[in-house]
């Protein structure tokens, strides 16, 4: 993935509501952990709406990728460090944690 573009839809719901977003940390941490050189966050189709949902974790400045590619760190773990963040995504519990440099505390949303 490193190599090409790609673009990352936020996780629909799957009961005909577009929102609340059902897992915006999750969508975030994973696009900072696939995204290569060229990738885009956004939405998909959503219908005839011009009200769209901004999750508080877009607002932030993660830096730029330090390793290009994730790493798993033990199974079903995977973290790449930027150069203001560390994000990791645990896929076996489906928990992010995204760790600002220099803190020991994950970002709370």
Known sequence: LPQIPILLSFTRNDNDEQFPLP????????FLLVRGEY???????????????RPDALMHDYGEPVDKI?????????????????ITMDCNTWTPNITLVGSDDPLQF
């Open 23 to 30: 897992s915006p940390i999750q969508d975030i941490a994973t």
């Open 39 to 53: 990738a885009w966050m956004g939405y998909g189709w959503l219908g005839c709406t011009s009200s769209y949902e």
């Open 70 to 86: 994730c790493y798993e760190t033990k199974p079903g773990v995977f973290t790449r460090k930027w150069t203001k963040s560390i």
